[in-house]
């Protein structure tokens, strides 16, 4: 049985994949970005919870973080509008279908990354941090 934690990074892939783009969960930057761009899940970092004791709960801002990738002649506006799916996704439900008390993203932090021989990407971390608290901080 998977953790909590999982059940909410597996949601939040979830919800990455019914996005246009190629959506991963933690896999390397493949030879080819779909021309759609392609966006890749990192787990990232619970952080340290605040803890209440009466009941015992672990409070979490999770700081997970997706890559998004553009490539070909018009970069900017492909990222523009991937990176706005994907705003537009974590919107629609904002906890997750329950799992989280809230999920929000913040700004991204692009890069364009030359390419030899081929058209250049462009690139950003986008944070998304998801509040959840569980009462076991391994379960």
Do not use: N
């Amino acid at each position: 049985m998977p953790t909590y934690r999982e059940t909410i990074l597996a949601a939040l892939h979830a919800r990455l994949l019914a996005l246009p783009a190629a959506a991963l969960r933690g896999d390397v930057l493949p030879e080819r970005v779909p021309a759609e761009g392609l966006l890749i899940l990192r787990d990232g970092e619970p952080g340290e919870p605040e803890v209440t004791l009466s009941p015992l709960a672990y409070h979490y801002q999770h700081r997970a973080e997706i890559e998004a990738v553009v490539q070909g002649s018009d970069r900017d506006a492909a990222f523009d509008t991937l990176t706005a799916s994907v705003g537009s996704a974590l919107a629609t439900d904002r906890t997750l279908g329950g799992l989280c008390d809230w999920i929000e993203a913040e700004a991204p932090r692009t890069v364009d990354l030359p390419v030899e021989g081929a058209a250049s990407l462009k690139a950003a971390v986008i944070p998304v941090v998801l509040h959840y608290s569980t009462a076991d901080p391994l379960g």
